[in-house]
């Protein structure tokens, strides 16, 4: 059975910084990865999807990478702002099966 | 459009109660999937559905829990009767897929679920 575990599950850093989530998972026979936001009392929105034969998605000041052979991805955020803040959370996906990480709460301090 | 779209909002109900979620997928998506979500167990996936049908139920607590998809808009999540320890969000989320990839992977805004 799959396993997802995020380190750590939280972390506060000051508004600017550059900073990393890390999500590591058991099983690397997987179809797809993808980095979640979930801000208070909202749904989950979804910020990268890293098809398993891809290495790293960009979008804006985000970057995740995949490395099936060591189970680990990582959500890189560049230039943190304050509105960063939410939880994140990584999700494997093997067959239309989402298995989910406990997720990183995220608070960026001005 | 309107993403995906899960009523009601909030649910206050007493132990004991049937308690019916709904939940309407983004159009021409193909697959809906349920999931809870509390502090202590995170987010968990208690059944998706691919076409209508219903392809894993393995991750439905119990009994009590049941789920139906009429049809390629609607889709219901019925407790009875219901227990305290069924407090929770109920996330529904809606995708299609293309090659073994999803496309378009959305959640609704949740129902979260209090029962006294």
């Known amino acids: 059975k799959q396993e997802v575990t995020q380190i750590p599950a939280a972390l506060s850093v000051p508004e600017g910084e550059n900073l990393v989530l890390n999500c590591s998972f058991t099983?690397?026979?997987?179809?797809?990865l993808q980095w979640f936001r979930q801000d208070p009392g909202k749904g989950l929105t979804s910020l990268l999807l890293?098809?398993?034969?891809?290495r790293e998605q960009t979008s804006g000041r985000l970057n995740a990478s995949l490395d099936k052979s060591s189970g680990r991805s990582t959500l890189y955020i560049a230039a943190s702002q304050p509105g960063d803040s939410a939880t994140y959370l990584c999700?494997?996906?093997?067959?239309?099966?989402?298995?989910f990480g406990g997720g990183t709460r995220l608070m960026v301090k001005p | 459009d309107a993403g995906v779209i899960q009523s009601p909002r909030h649910e206050v109900t007493e132990m004991g109660q049937e308690v019916t979620l709904r939940c309407k997928p983004i159009?021409?998506?193909?697959?809906l999937f349920w999931y809870r979500q509390t502090m202590m167990r995170g987010l968990e996936l208690l059944i998706y559905?691919?076409?209508?049908?219903?392809?894993?139920d393995s991750g439905m607590p119990e009994d009590r829990f049941s789920a139906k998809m009429p049809n390629a808009s609607f889709s219901t999540l019925k407790i009875q009767p219901s227990e305290p320890r069924d407090s929770a969000v109920y996330f529904c989320?809606?995708?299609?897929?293309?090659?073994?990839?999803?496309?378009?992977?959305?959640f609704g805004s949740g129902t979260r679920l209090t029962v006294v």
């Open positions: 559905f691919n076409n209508n049908v219903p392809i894993d």
């Open positions: 890293i098809q398993s034969s891809q």
């Open positions: 989320a809606s995708s299609s897929w293309d090659s073994l990839v999803l496309i378009g992977y959305t």
């Open positions: 999700a494997m996906d093997a067959g239309n099966m989402h298995t």
């Open positions: 099983d690397s026979a997987i179809y797809n």
């Open positions: 159009s021409g998506h193909n697959s």
